[in-house]
């Protein structure tokens, strides 16, 4: 009878962290995961509409948008993007990468001065801000700002949506930060 009551216990409090999971990365999707890593310096995000991103590059004097998802003209959402960037007077820098893909050392190093050069505050995006902007937060927090390892790690979490199992696609980004780490002598 207890180990009954243990498993339906279990069980219930399963369910309810999955639940309560799910409804965080919602959440963050309907917020577009905005999120100030630097203030004044490097702010994250999801792919925003055109009036959030005009609303942000506002309050924040954002001067550079850099797209993680790659170049799309034709695209609705890449069109508005381009449009409220340059209308509100910041630059736009697409730098194509996958999720689901490992980014190499060398494309990590230009990521890195690539996010070095460009004119802040800068904001850096994807699809959900989770996986590709959570890599491109750490390389810019340890290569470009000299962040200890742990607190540039801290980008790549579910606090941000990034899931970092092995069985999952987005764990490329994992792995693609353990080849920059062995590349720059960091201990991973």
Known sequence: MKLRTAIKTLLGLCTVTLIA????????????NFHEVIPGTYYRSAQLSGPALKTYIQRYGIRTVVNLRGASPGAGWYEEEVAATHANGAGHIDFAMSAASELSVERSLELAALLRAA????????????????????????QV??????????????AFGHI??????AYAMERSWEALEKSIGLKS
């Open 21 to 32: 999971s799910g409804l965080y990365l919602a959440l963050l999707q309907i917020s577009g």
């Open 119 to 142: 004119p802040k505050p800068v904001l850096v995006h994807c699809r959900a801000g989770a996986d590709r902007t959570g890599l491109a937060s750490v390389v810019f927090l340890q």
């Open 145 to 158: 700002e000299g962040a200890t390892e742990t607190a540039a790690e801290s980008q790549l979490s579910f």
């Open 164 to 169: 970092g199992l092995p069985f999952l696609k």
